[in-house]
């Protein structure tokens, strides 16, 4: 059994998973000695230096074994730049689902690319992806909802295109599907540190990098790797991996509970091809910004914490077909690993208190 990890902090209860996860104690533990003593520059050839680099190794092997066969992993800063080494690195034209991230629908836009709709259930809707880059989040951070990727490839591929798989929500808590060609992963959305993530390569496919210097990380990414942060994203997936079916069962227990607990709302989102730990909910009549004020000791969202403070209506409720006043009646809670059953009641009886007042 795992240490245990507070999902708590200073009295507030933590639902807000996809924003970010709660460092593992292992992760902490493996990334201690290279914040102390393995100070060394891992692109050194001195005997400190050789012990930094071969930490790194171990951790892009650790990352490699829960991803398809055939591929190399980049480290990156995080998933953002991930994306976009694979969408301006590929120096192809690009299409992407109305649901994406923004970090790839920024990046669509800058290219002059593409985006094509969503069903209701936010699903790729009867897509046939043309010969250029595809782009299909594996699971949506703001709803959950799952996209058949590996269908999804198979046509890419059939009109001599690629997928790019945005898989930050996903990996770590389910097996990633074969089939893609580039994948994009963090650590801190697996209970690691934040500042680490990762491309997936398939290989044959070539890139232009983003930045030009010392070409350290694969001549694709200049700049001085971390052994912390790769070791502890090497071990939040070694975690992940050992737990994974553990986790799956106790994430389904509390969406169970959740459900249950917040019958009078809506859920946004697929029921049925979804991650379940993520619960997007709408109710009609609800301020969410005062329901935030009324819960500040519960720690959830109104989307994207990537999109917070913008003002504006998730674009993803927004594809789904969603009102304004819809999506913005609208709270996401999150919850995974060291969330328990009773701060879901707790989280539920204060939400649908503040909630029903407005009502």
């Known amino acids: ?7 708590s902090q200073d009295g507030v209860i933590y639902l807000d998973y996809q924003s970010t996860t709660p460092m593992a104690p292992e992760v902490f533990a493996a990334m201690e000695p290279w914040l102390k003593d393995g100070f060394a520059n891992p692109h050194s050839a001195h005997v400190p230096g050789r012990a930094a ?7 892009r092997d650790q990352i490699a074994a829960m991803l398809p066969k055939g591929g190399r992993v980049i480290f990156t800063s995080g998933a953002t730049e991930a994306l976009n080494l694979a969408i301006k690195g590929c120096g192809l034209p690009v299409t992407a689902l109305a649901t994406e991230h923004a970090a790839v629908l920024d990046c669509v836009a800058y290219a002059g690319g593409a985006v094509v709709p969503v069903d209701a259930d936010g699903r790729a809707a009867h ?18 909802t799952i996209q058949p990727v590996a269908e999804l490839a198979d046509q890419s591929h059939a009109h001599g295109g690629l997928l790019l798989c945005d ?74 991996a050992q737990r994974m079916e553990q986790d799956a069962v106790h994430i389904a227990q509390l969406w169970d509970h959740a459900i249950a607990a917040f019958s009078e709302w809506t859920v946004n989102g697929s029921t049925t091809h979804r991650y379940k730990g993520n619960l997007n909910l709408r109710r009609d009549g609800v ?4 329901l935030m004020s009324e819960c500040r000791d519960i720690a959830f969202s109104a989307g994207s914490a990537c999109a917070s403070g913008s003002g504006r209506p998730s674009h993803v409720l927004s594809a789904l077909g969603l009102s304004q006043t819809q999506a913005k009646s609208s709270i996401r809670l999150g919850f995974g690993r060291y969330t328990t059953l009773a701060e879901i009641d707790i989280a539920a009886e204060a939400i649908n208190r503040a909630a029903e007042a407005m009502l």
């Open 167 to 240: 898989a930050v929500q996903a990996f770590g808590r389910m097996p990633i599907p074969e089939g893609p060609d580039m994948i994009a992963i963090s650590a801190h959305k697996i209970h690691g540190p934040k500042g680490i993530g990762a491309l997936w390569v398939r290989d044959g496919i070539s890139l232009t990098p983003l930045m030009h210097g010392g070409g350290q990380e694969q001549g694709l990414r200049s700049g001085t790797l971390s052994p912390a942060l790769c070791t502890g994203f090497g071990a939040a997936v070694q975690v992940a």
């Open 53 to 59: 680099a071969a930490a790194v190794e171990v951790a």
């Open 1 to 7: 059994m795992a240490k245990h990890c507070k999902s």
């Open 287 to 290: 301020d969410v910004g005062r």
């Open 127 to 144: 897509v046939v992806p043309g010969p250029g880059l595809f782009a299909a989040m594996l699971v949506n951070n703001e709803i959950g």
